[in-house]
């Protein structure tokens, strides 16, 4: 009987927190909702949105995880050094053409320390 007292017990303080748990949640999507509908719409300035799309056009926004997978795993077959095998893999591996691969080479050694 002690045993069954105290599963009762542990499954009545878990309801308890759980309920807390609950209340916290409403609490917080209350909050969040009050937040949303007082907060101020802003506009982003020009320069600013110019200075944006013109990174997205010098980067590589339809490279996907697995062509970059496929990249580290030819520079992990090839060597850093060999340019010629490792584009030709990634033209078998992706859809990319060979300008875009050696692009993309050059920025990954440019920056691979913040990647």
């Not at 506009?43 to 590589?60: Q, V, Y």
């Amino acid at each position: 009987k002690a045993k069954l007292c105290t599963a009762a017990g542990h499954t009545r303080n878990a309801a308890m927190k759980g309920l807390r748990v609950s209340e916290n949640a409403q609490e917080l999507l209350q909050r969040a909702d009050y937040l949303e509908s007082h907060s101020v719409a802003f506009d982003i300035p020009p320069e600013i949105l110019m200075e944006k799309d013109r990174l997205l056009r010098e980067g590589f926004p339809d490279w996907t995880k697995k062509d970059f997978k496929a990249f580290c795993s030819c520079l992990e077959k090839y060597g850093r050094f060999d340019i010629k095998s490792i584009v030709n893999d990634m033209l078998v591996e992706s859809d990319k053409d060979e300008a875009e691969i050696k692009r993309y080479f050059v920025a990954f050694w440019t920056n691979f320390r913040r990647i």
